[in-house]
């Protein structure tokens, strides 16, 4: 049941962090900072130097917290993406879909969020055994469209990511998504090196997802 209990943990998380970094160090104090805030899903990518490393600290810094998830982002690959498991990811997001690393994930029980646009996208990922779907970029859509997507296919489950924000996360829960993924303004604070910055956003984010859910 490793599956069900990681998919429940990142539903539970709310808000996934997509973090990245210019090496491996900035990275692993920007999921501190994170997770320091009360944010506990968090997707650091491949895009990070040396981010198999920074999975691996990361998984045996937290192992003994259930609660945070750390997964691994822009995976290409299934080679990739073998690599993040072995190394601790709890799950794998892409930025397209990939049938070789979703039978990887399948394979190893680990869930698999592919980045899909478009409704035959999200088919393909669906027969294929994907849980969830990033809609990537949220942007060029907004959360109306979670609505379309869902009259075909009411059982999907949403994250989308790129175009999230306080101000809009709300609308993003209220159309039906099942949680978020958050960057850019989250991880603003590292051009200056203020993690205290990035605590003080996370808390934020996990705020507004705490009223989100006390509200429905």
Known sequence: MKR??????I????VIAVVRGKDKEEAVKAVDAIVAGGMYGIELTFTVP????AIKELADKY???PEVVVGAGTVLDAVTARLAIMAGAKFIVS???????AEMCNLYQIPYLP??????????ALKAGVDIIKLFPGSAYGPSIIKAFKAPLPFLNIMPT????????????KAGVITVGVGGNLLAPLATGDFAKITEVAKEYVAKFNE???AK
């Open 4 to 9: 069900v209990e990681l998919l429940q943990a």
């Open 11 to 14: 539903e539970a998380a709310g």
């Open 50 to 53: 040396q981010a198999d490393v």
């Open 63 to 65: 192992a003994d917290r």
């Open 95 to 101: 930025p397209t879909f990939d049938q070789e690393t």
């Open 115 to 124: 980045g899909c646009m478009t409704i035959t996208e999200m088919k393909t």
């Open 162 to 173: 790129g175009g999230v924000s306080l101000d809009n996360m709300d609308e993003w829960f």
């Open 212 to 214: 989100i859910k006390g």
